[in-house]
């Protein structure tokens, strides 16, 4: 059996080329793509491996590649990462059925131990499985209140806005905020957003 490929979409050569060196120096085999279109010409050929793609890019997208994908039943487990904190895309790459979602900069460690989880699709099942019973039992020590400020900013709503729907003062959303933040473990919003939908929020 052939040798898992990671394939790496991302626009900027510069990327390409360092993520492709680091996974070299990590004996994970690499191939790189400019584009999410160019990646589609092969994509039906590939029996394994993962993709990791960027999410902005011209062209195409890597969500518009990720409903391309499943359109056409490709089963390929993939890995978005952006330079964007932009949470209603990140809840929409987890919705559209990536598995993980990174945010840049990141750890290189980070990436590699997605990637291995994505190759490793037993124990990424089970990762996933124990992860999300972690997840769900983090969130049920949530008040109500708290509850409901977490699905205001999975929503990508700002404090203010979440403040007025629930009728309270901005501060106190700030306050709810940093309690879920503390209560989850979660390192930023992006990873807030990726316990909420694994734990199925």
Request: a negative charge; one cysteine or more; proline letters at 4%.
């Amino acid at each position: 059996m052939s040798e898992p490929i990671v394939h790496l979409i991302d626009d900027d050569e510069a990327v390409r080329t360092s993520l492709a060196f680091v996974l070299e120096m990590s004996d994970l085999p690499a191939k790189t793509y400019p584009s999410a279109i160019e990646f589609l010409e092969v994509a039906e050929t590939l029996t394994g491996g993962c993709i990791v793609t960027d999410v902005r890019m011209p062209e195409m997208s890597g969500l518009e590649l990720v409903r391309r994908l499943k359109e056409r039943n490709i089963k390929l487990p993939v890995i978005v990462i952006t330079g964007h904190g932009d949470v209603p895309l990140a809840v929409e790459a987890m919705r559209a059925g990536v598995i993980d979602f990174i945010e840049k900069p990141f750890d290189d460690e980070v990436l590699l131990r997605s990637i291995r989880m994505a190759l490793d699709t037993t124990a990424e099942s089970d990762a996933q499985a124990q992860e999300r019973q972690r997840f769900e039992e983090m969130l049920s020590t949530l008040s109500g209140r708290e509850k409901d400020v977490l699905r205001g900013v999975i929503a990508g709503k700002m404090n203010k806005v979440i403040a007025f729907e629930l009728g309270i003062s901005p501060r106190t959303v700030e306050v709810y905020r940093a309690n879920v933040m503390s209560k989850t473990n979660a390192n930023g919003l992006s990873e807030l957003v990726r316990i909420a939908l694994l734990a199925g929020f």
